[in-house]
Every structure is written in C-alpha cells, then in structure tokens.
C-alpha cells in the first residue's frame, strides 16, 4: 500500500513512511485516555464464546473473547470529544 501511495506523490516509499508512522503516534498520544479507557471496559468484561463474523469468517482460533458492543465504544468515545457512528450493518 505505502507503494503505491508513493506512486501518487511525490514522496519515496521511506518518507511515507515515516510520516504515517509519526501520525499514528499523534493519534495515539492524542486519543491516549479513550483508548486506555475503552481498553479498561473490554478487559472488564468476562470472556464468552466467540461470536461468528456477519461473513461467517472466522477472525480468532480462540473459543472465547471480551466484546465491547458498538453503542458502547460509540457513547465512551463521546465522552472523550470524539464523533463515531455504530453502523448496525457491521
């Protein structure tokens, strides 16, 4: 992908890079709280069995996980001043 968003610029393959790197870093040390504090609700929860995909792939080999449900993430990530949509499609 870095290819061919190099080939779109003009940029080489190490600046783009660099930059995506640097801005998941700023979006991550921006957005730290949410993300600590979804990470605090998903570990909370108690495992249960894994939950098929709408596709009916299969994300994990594991028999259990944590969910969070879409609403949830949606309304802790308002407290946090970040706009999100739970798309029921999904």
Partial sequence: MIGQLSYFSNNNEATIQRRLEN????????????????????????PEPVKPLKSGCT??????????????????LGRYS?????????
């Fill in 59 to 76: 994300w994990s080999n594991e028999s259990t996980a944590k969910y969070l449900t879409g609403e949830e993430v949606v309304s802790k």
């Fill in 82 to 90: 970040i706009a999100a949509v739970c798309d029921p499609e999904c």
């Fill in 23 to 46: 801005r998941s870093e700023q979006l991550i040390e921006q957005n730290w709280l949410a993300i600590k504090a979804l990470a605090i609700d998903l570990l909370s929860e108690d």
